[in-house]
């Protein structure tokens, strides 16, 4: 497996980005509702601050004069975005080609995500380029590193063949390295496994292997469909699967819907007094 750095291209990355921020806001609202960050007061306790409204109750000899101080907090959540950057993603019936709305949605959940504390990590995978049997992973963005541009994903493109077990594994692996937050992980793609000694059921079988284990690391993995003639499949793979057709209006609605879920679902929220 081997990863490289994007670069990508201003220009491009903000004509996207201002083509689907019409979208941004609703997925955003959505996101906010997941923060649950808050201190409160206990007033009438034994021990703690002295509550100076009860100067006098205290001089009195009476004990529940004090405040405590709590502290709601809600652990964090790490977002992984894996695109399909195969050659059957450059096909299309619609408008875009699906690899042109991978990077839409992509572009879409970067800028949703902006100021939420979530840190989001982007990845393209493609096979067979340097040699068969390669796995090769594209970095678009690795949570806060500064090593990556910010319009990296205008590189977003389809390439060669696509071995999904082994891209899923090794980027939830890398992944994992540098945090220990819950982690949802979307895999973009048009649900075509297909690389090198690698199609068919066994590639079918890989897969559903690998999700697994990734889900055995704290991952809520979710395919997200571009367009594709293989639900039947998908499922067989996945156990969480979107369905998206080649609409760009139809990106905030199911998205917004499945980030939600699984961010309040991965996030736990603990009471300290």
Known sequence: TYFRNAKGEETRYKRIAQEV??????????LKTSNRNYEFNIHGCRSGLLDEA????????VPQVYIRKGKVETS???VVVLIDESGSMSSSRHYYSKVEMAKRAAILIREALKGTGTDLYIYGHSADSIYSGATEITVYQEGKSSNISPYALSEVQA???NRDGTAILEVAKRVR???????LMFVLSDGLPCAHHYWGRESELDVQKNVKKVEGMNFTVVQVTIDTMNEESCKRMFSNVVHLENDLAD???KLGKVIKKAILKNRKTEVSI
Request: charge should be positive.
């Open 21 to 30: 921020s019409p979208h941004i806001n609703a997925i955003k609202k959505i």
């Open 251 to 253: 990106l905030p609605r």
């Open 54 to 61: 009860k100067i006098a109750e205290a001089y009195q000899g």
């Open 177 to 183: 390295k540098k945090t220990s937050d819950p982690i």
């Open 159 to 161: 390439r060669y063949e």
């Open 76 to 78: 964090n959540s790490a």
